[in-house]
């Protein structure tokens, strides 16, 4: 239920963006605790409360309304990256290009033989295929595909790339074929709708929106509550538990914030050290992608008004470079053809490459000015020492190159256009942050939290989203994040993966 904001809670959660919806809605299910669920930006509701903003629904682009407009840095000196994040319930899956991928067995289990246990593919496996069938992810069928897409799959198939449409499977290997999507009848399916409109009549569980976080209040090593600033008033709520979801870059943000961090960086801030935590807001790990930019012809606004559903993106192409771990591939290859929404200083046709396994290991801090909302950021795109993620990102350029050689995809791309610079050094976010708050065992130095998400040296104070990530997942990030939320939420209710699974 949506209602004010009560002066205590059993469990309170930090952010309603894909992980906090995930476990706010598994643990009010699964237990008697009362849990008040927090976001920053506005509570529109369930879908059919007629609430919604029109762009916020729409599949077909990319809203930028309820964009944060952080301003990060990239691995360029002088150069931003495009990091889109959404202020509102739902997070950024209410305004993503809704691309829904398992990601690969290996991810987990390296996760788990870093010493995080439960975290293996076979024991997550059950919530990750309850996450996506909570997403209603579909795939798009071949006929589906806009001219422009069919070229890209038709070119990856010339260059030697098997045909794929399993991409949502976590055996999927290398090939390319159609996206899995999170869209239903032209809508974004969203975490609020995942996750939260099963669970809003729960007596247990309150949503509040409008509600941003500056503190979590922490003393002798327990957790106590959070300050909540609401209509320009701060509100101290007590909980026996905090859990944070606010997205890679702002629940380490709010970590520091209250005084877990660095004891260096928190003591230059003037900040009261509660624990001295290294690890905190580093280990900023993405998808580092390369583009190739190109006019498109004259005839694609017209092929694309002719068809029902014509959107930017809806094929999907995967590769093992020469650089590849274990796992079945490392790098992706897609197309964005049509309004380029999202982007609209961006030509009508991009093509990217992404390295799904980037080792280069940016930065989260806060600002002279301790603004929880707008940390600063550094990607440190392409600075890992032994030089893997430029590597990796020259061979996903080498590949688009050889597509865009096959007459079927050439026929479509229209005239390149030059960004000046060479695409290595214009390396663009995939906006997928993650492992800003590792998880791993107390013997490692760089870890944040336990393997159930609490944070080293504060009882009852946990993290629960991507940030947690010790390694990034190979694929888009969004139905493992829910993973991570709905798996903390199961193992604090004391109910297994297979129980939360069949609710």
């Known amino acids: 239920m949506s209602a004010g904001l009560p002066s205590y809670a059993d469990t309170v959660v930090v952010g309603a963006g894909t992980g906090g919806a995930a476990f706010a809605a598994t643990l009010a299910r699964h237990s008697d605790e009362q849990v008040l669920l927090l976001e920053a930006g506005p509570d529109y509701g369930p879908r059919n409360s007629g609430r919604w903003p029109a762009d916020m629904l729409d599949a077909l682009a990319i809203p930028t309304s309820h964009d944060v407009r952080l301003d990060p840095a990239g691995g360029s000196p002088g150069r931003t990256v495009d990091t889109p994040r959404a202020r509102i319930v739902g997070g950024c899956s209410a305004h993503n290009g809704c691309t829904a991928s398992v990601s690969a067995r290996h991810d987990y289990d390296e996760w788990a033989a870093q010493g995080n246990a439960g975290w293996t593919a076979t024991e997550v496996l059950p919530l990750l295929e309850w996450v996506r069938d909570r997403f209603r992810v579909r795939r798009y069928r071949s006929a589906e595909l806009t001219p422009p897409q069919r070229a890209f799959v038709d070119a990856g198939l010339a260059v030697g790339l098997p045909f794929a449409d399993d991409l949502d499977d976590i055996e999927a290997g290398e090939g390319i074929g159609p996206m899995p999507i999170n869209i239903v009848d032209g809508v974004r399916w969203n975490a609020s709708f995942a996750f939260l409109d099963q669970v809003r009549d729960l007596d247990n569980l309150t949503i509040v929106g409008g509600a941003p976080i500056e503190e979590i209040l922490v003393a002798d090593g327990v957790v106590e509550g959070v300050r909540v600033v609401r209509e320009g008033t701060s509100t101290t709520v007590s909980a026996s538990r905090v859990v944070v979801a606010a997205g890679a870059y702002h629940s380490p943000a709010l970590l520091l914030a209250s005084g877990i961090g660095p004891a260096?960086?928190?003591?230059?801030?003037?900040?009261?050290?509660?624990?001295?935590?290294?690890?905190?807001?580093?280990?900023?790990?993405?998808?580092?992608?390369?583009?190739?930019?190109?006019?498109?012809?004259?005839?694609?606004?017209?092929?694309?008004?002719?068809?029902?559903?014509?959107?930017?993106?809806q094929s999907l192409g995967r590769l093992r470079s020469t650089r590849c771990d274990d796992g079945p591939y490392d790098v992706h290859v897609f197309m964005v053809a049509g309004a380029n929404s999202g982007h609209p200083d961006l030509p009508p046709v991009t093509l990217y490459g992404g390295a799904m396994r980037a080792r280069s290991e940016g930065t989260v801090r806060l600002s002279p000015d301790r603004d929880v909302s707008r940390p600063l950021i550094d990607h440190a795109y392409g600075t890992d020492p032994e030089g893997h993620d430029l590597a990796v990102l020259d061979e996903a350029l080498g590949l688009l190159r050889r597509m865009t050689e096959q007459p079927v995809l050439a026929a479509e791309l229209g005239e390149p256009v030059s960004r000046g610079v060479d695409p290595l050094d214009a390396i663009a976010s995939y906006c997928h942050p993650a492992g800003t708050c590792k998880m791993g065992p107390a013997s490692d130095p760089t870890a944040v939290v336990d393997h159930r998400g609490e944070v080293h040296g504060v009882r009852g104070l946990h993290v629960a989203d991507a940030s947690i990530m010790p390694a990034i997942t190979r694929g888009n990030v969004n139905l493992p994040t829910a993973m991570i939320g709905a798996r903390i939420a199961a193992a604090l209710a004391g109910v297994t993966p297979a129980v939360v699974a069949q609710s």
């Open 264 to 313: 260096d960086e928190l003591a230059a801030l003037g900040i009261p050290v509660r624990v001295d935590l290294p690890g905190v807001g580093r280990h900023l790990l993405d998808h580092a992608c390369v583009a190739l930019d190109f006019t498109g012809t004259p005839a694609l606004p017209a092929q694309l008004a002719a068809m029902d559903w014509g959107p930017d993106e």
